[in-house]
Each structure stands twice: as structure tokens, then as C-alpha cells.
């Protein structure tokens, strides 16, 4: 990302469902890759203030959660 004044943090989470991974500046962040783990299918929603993942398998929803609306860039994870 040659010119991008803010550099970020590239961190991945894995979760049941799969693996995402996000690219988390001081106040923003971008989505770097989204895998599901085998079996599982995968949503992406992107709005200007979060980004969200989530994989499904047979009824079990896990949801990964960046977002950075006034403040820096959070992740969560939502397993149900």
C-alpha cells in the first residue's frame, strides 16, 4: 500500500468457522482475507464504520466484528 499514511496492524483471528483477517489502522480498518474452514459458508458486510464476517454451518452462526465508529478499530467475535 505504497502512500497509505496510515500504516496498519495486520491481525488475524480464527474461529470456528474459519479465519479473518483484518488490516487495523488508528482509525479505520480494512478486510485482508476471509476464509471459511471447510464445510462452512461465509458472509461479508461492508459498511463506512464496521466490517463484519460471518461463517454458518447446520444452524451455528459465528460473526467476526471490526468496528471503529469514534473510536479505534475493535474487534469481537459473536458465537451462537
Known amino acids: 500500500m505504497a502512500g497509505d499514511e496510515e500504516s496498519g496492524d495486520v491481525k488475524g483471528y480464527t474461529v470456528a468457522g474459519g479465519r479473518v483477517v483484518f488490516d487495523i489502522g488508528a482509525s479505520s480498518a480494512e478486510l485482508v482475507s476471509a476464509t471459511p474452514a471447510g464445510g462452512w459458508r461465509m458472509q461479508v458486510w461492508k459498511q463506512d464504520y464496521w466490517i463484519r464476517v460471518t461463517f454458518t454451518l447446520n444452524g451455528r452462526e459465528v460473526s467476526v466484528f471490526c468496528t471503529?465508529?469514534?473510536?479505534?478499530?475493535r474487534v469481537q467475535v459473536d458465537d451462537r
Open 68 to 73: 471503529w465508529y469514534n473510536e479505534a478499530p
